[in-house]
């Protein structure tokens, strides 16, 4: 069966944490495909609303708790109302806090499972809200993309983010899974996985020559950027990804292999 494709100027986005950081790259490279985003947010409403003035009849700043359904329905509900049609695309990027900086974090005698509760709801329950809100739409449209953001650290563990980690590899296994469950809807799972990024808010307390360790080690000898891995983004929502689901693409300039 053939299912039908959108171009990225076709589809309604869903990015989020997508004020800030990582998430406003991903953003404005949807926004400047000429897709329309809805740029969730928590905590950052001047940002987001700041972000949104800049495409003032394509983005939509919302606020909305991906770790609560209502919000998040809600929130789906607003942005079809507001566009006239609903989701096809949703970002999971939202980030439980968290700084990158090993030095502060709990080692592995210490941490307590709060910690990783804590990730799994933002990565985990806050994803599943998000795809479950949105996929009876993309279902009945016979097109959705889901794009799950991961971490290389998990393939390559150096530095002890334990809760973090363990909270995108769940994220990695629900990728798979949903793919399969979902793919006989016309609905793809993938996952982006990046390393370290220069800058964002949560990488902004990494020492500076933990950034030249990574670059050195890197094929590219450079950090990877939020732009770079948004680009990789777009490729998943484009219509030249139509073939794949339940992949993991490591952005990270070629640190990790495989």
């Known amino acids: 069966m053939a299912f039908p494709v959108r171009s990225l100027s076709e ?19 949807f926004l400047r495909e000429g897709a329309r985003v809805v740029i ?35 929130m789906m509900a607003g942005a079809a109302d507001h566009f006239g049609e609903p989701v096809t695309t949703v970002v999971n990027n939202a980030l439980a806090h968290f ?38 739409a993309m279902a009945d449209a016979g097109f959705g993309r889901v794009i799950n953001i991961g971490t ?38 993938n996952m982006i ?11 902004a307390a990494t020492p500076e020559p933990v950034f030249d360790a990574i670059a050195a080690g890197t094929p590219l000898r450079t950090v990877t950027t939020p ?3 948004a680009d990789a983004a777009l490729f998943f929502a484009s219509p030249w990804a139509r073939g794949v689901t339940g992949q993991n693409l490591i952005v990270d300039g070629g640190l990790v292999k495989g």
């Open 193 to 203: 996985s990046g390393g370290l990024l220069r800058t964002t808010d949560a990488s």
């Open 227 to 229: 732009e770079q891995l």
């Open 40 to 74: 969730d947010y928590h905590s950052s409403k001047r940002a987001a609303e700041a972000l949104a003035a800049e495409f003032p009849a394509s983005a939509l700043p919302v606020r909305a708790d991906v770790r609560d359904r209502a919000d998040v329905e809600a």
């Open 152 to 189: 290389n650290l998990f393939q390559h563990p150096v530095v002890p983010y334990h809760d973090y980690t363990a909270a995108k590899a769940a994220l990695l296994s629900l990728t798979r899974t949903f793919a399969d469950d979902l793919g006989p809807r016309g609905i793809t799972v």
């Open 11 to 29: 589809q309604i986005v869903v990015v989020t944490g997508g004020a800030r950081g990582l998430g406003a790259a991903l953003s404005r490279a």
């Open 99 to 136: 700084t990158f900086n090993g030095d502060a974090r709990s080692p592995a005698d210490t941490i307590g499972y709060p910690e990783f509760a804590a990730q799994f709801a933002g990565s985990g329950e806050g994803s599943l809200n998000v795809i479950q809100s949105a996929v009876p």
